[in-house]
């Protein structure tokens, strides 16, 4: 549904913020903490963290697998 959404609305790359929610408002600690371990694609600009909505699709499934 989310990933459905960053389609319509053109939207290429999300920022922390948007993932941290997507991922079920996880911390921002544990965010860095997937982007460490390298579970989690993002891309750096200058400084800010972006990352690819179907990256983040794939994570959003795999959490989804383990908690099932």
């Known amino acids: 549904k989310d ?3 960053s389609k319509e609305s ?3 790359w999300l920022r922390s913020h948007e993932v941290r929610k997507l991922l079920g408002n ?3 600690g544990k ?6 371990k390298g579970e989690i694609p993002f891309r750096r600009i200058g400084g800010t963290l972006f990352y690819d909505p179907i990256e ?3 994570v959003m499934q795999q959490v989804q697998l383990k908690t099932e």
Request: no cysteine; aromatic share 0%.
């Open 3 to 5: 990933l459905i959404l």
């Open 26 to 28: 996880i911390s921002p």
């Open 10 to 12: 053109g939207k290429r």
């Open 31 to 36: 965010l860095q903490d997937m982007r460490n």
């Open 56 to 58: 983040v699709s794939k």
